[in-house]
Structure formats: structure tokens, C-alpha cells
């Protein structure tokens, strides 16, 4: 509801103003800009969003060759794929903490929080899994979200295997998105490319130009532009996604409060 959402964005600006703090809304939709603008809010592009069409997908014609390669090989390699529905039960609940552990511990990293997935049993608990197993053991799985409208599927928390066959993680995706389309729903949600479609030009927004040189020579270290490029595969729909919030003196402290937030603390945000 257009007017629901306005009314509760301008109440939310309201009691910040009333309690001295700033306000601050994450990945705004384009067609939102002009209601954050009209409230005095700076809009700094994060990102852009990828969204595939069910209807489209399929694993035919010339452009999906690669996806029909990586599914043939994996289900060669005797991967499955299954959905559980929720309450899921302490015996997977034993098999999944045991993937995520041996993830996050191969990719020398710790949980992030806010706006990605992170390993927590009651929330696992509670959503569908998507399940990758090989000969029978579960090698990958990934949490599945449903739009409340029960038109739009996404994931959450994605882990597998350090010593899973190649393209393990695109088979999930493939699978899930084709057991989307079975059951009716509309769009398969991709998440965000973060700073990508953001322009650097001559007397731009200097962090508009900061993110623009991370997208593009900042993938050695970040791998920002091998994400999109690895979402293209799936023909999705891009939108583009802002922060809104106060500008000025605020930004910085801002950007640096919600890469944080990201992060799961100010440590991991210095390690990274």
C-alpha cells in the first residue's frame, strides 16, 4: 500500500527528529526516490537489485547452455535436491550448522548480520531449506524466503561444502528457481549487486565516485563486479536500490554505522 508505506516513513522521520536521531532507510526502490527526497533525505545508489521472471526460466535455448552444463554435471555427480518445510528437525539441524561451520571457516570469515543471512538455530528452524545432497549427504543448503503476496521466492543464507563439485551453489539456484516455477510463483529475488550501475562523473556525488572505482578496479579485493556478472547468467530484471538519510557531516558516520551493522562488528569491518 503506497499510501500506508508514506505515512509510516514520515512518522518514522518525524520520531527521529523528536529524538534527536538521524533517519535512515535501506535499499530504497527507484520508485520511492522522489517521497525520501521530498523529506530533505540525501539518496546514495547502493546497488541494484536482480529479480528473474519464473514465467522466462527455463534451461532451453543458446543463452542457458552454460546453466544446462552445470546441472547435467551435477546431477551426473549424483547431487539431488529436495525442500524441507519447517520445523526442521535437530538431526538437519546437526548437518546444517556443520556445513556452515566448515563455510565460514574455509572462507576464513564470521558471520555478517543486518542485511545478510547469518546462522542462527530458532530462525533456520522456523523457514523452508533447500537442500543439495551427493550419494546422499548433504553437501549445500540455503534458507528460502516467501513473499508475503506468495509471488516472489528468495534466499537468505546460502553455505556449502569447501569440497563440494564445482557450481554446487548454481545448482541450487537452478533447481530452486524451477521448483519456483512449479508451484506458481512469479519471481525468483537474486539480491543485490552491490554498487553496481553507480556512475563516476566529473563533479558527481564524491561517494557516487568512490563506489564507481571500488565496482570497477575493486574486485580483486571485493569481487563486486564478478557478482553481477555471475547473476547475469539468470537474465534477470535490474532495479536500482539507495540509501536514504541525512547528508552532510552525517554521511560518512552513517555509511560507516551500517557497513558495521553488515559486517557483524566494528572488528570485522577493520579485518575486511
Not at 506468495?150 to 563440494?164: A, T, V
Request: proline share 6%; net charge negative.
Amino acid at each position: 500500500d503506497p499510501q500506508a508505506c508514506s505515512e509510516l516513513a514520515w512518522d518514522f522521520r518525524e520520531r527521529c527528529d523528536e529524538g534527536g536521531r538521524w533517519p535512515v532507510f535501506y535499499q530504497v526502490d527507484e520508485d520511492r526516490v522522489p517521497m525520501y527526497a521530498e523529506m530533505g533525505l540525501a539518496l546514495i545508489k547502493l546497488g541494484e537489485q536482480a529479480r528473474v521472471p519464473l514465467a522466462d526460466f527455463s534451461l532451453e535455448g543458446s543463452s542457458r547452455k552454460n546453466l544446462r552444463r552445470t546441472n547435467k554435471q551435477l546431477t551426473e555427480d549424483a547431487c539431488t535436491f529436495e525442500i524441507v518445510e519447517p520445523p526442521i528437525s535437530d538431526e538437519l539441524m546437526v548437518e546444517l550448522k556443520q556445513i556452515s561451520d566448515s563455510w565460514l571457516a574455509d572462507k576464513n570469515t564470521a558471520e555478517k548480520g543486518f542485511s545478510l543471512g547469518f546462522f542462527q538455530r530458532e530462525y533456520i528452524r522456523r523457514s523452508p531449506v533447500a537442500l543439495v545432497r551427493q550419494h546422499g549427504k548433504l553437501i549445500a543448503f540455503a534458507n528460502v524466503w516467501r513473499g508475503g503476496g506468495g509471488d516472489e521466492l528468495s534466499m537468505d543464507l546460502m553455505r556449502y561444502q569447501p569440497e563440494s563439485p564445482h557450481g554446487v551453489m548454481e545448482f541450487l539456484f537452478i533447481k530452486l528457481m524451477l521448483w519456483g516455477k512449479e508451484h506458481g510463483y512469479q519471481w525468483f529475488d537474486l539480491g543485490m549487486a552491490p554498487l553496481a550501475g553507480v556512475d563516476a562523473q566529473p563533479g558527481g556525488p564524491l561517494w557516487n565516485q568512490i563506489a564507481s572505482l571500488a565496482y570497477r578496479h575493486g574486485e580483486h579485493f571485493y569481487n563486486f563486479q564478478g557478482l553481477r556478472q555471475y547473476k547475469d547468467k539468470f537474465d534477470p530484471v535490474w532495479s536500482s536500490k539507495y540509501l536514504a538519510s541525512p547528508g552532510g557531516f552525517a554521511l560518512p558516520v552513517i555509511l560507516t554505522n551500517v557497513t558495521t551493522l553488515i559486517s557483524g562488528g566494528l572488528i570485522e569491518t577493520v579485518r575486511k
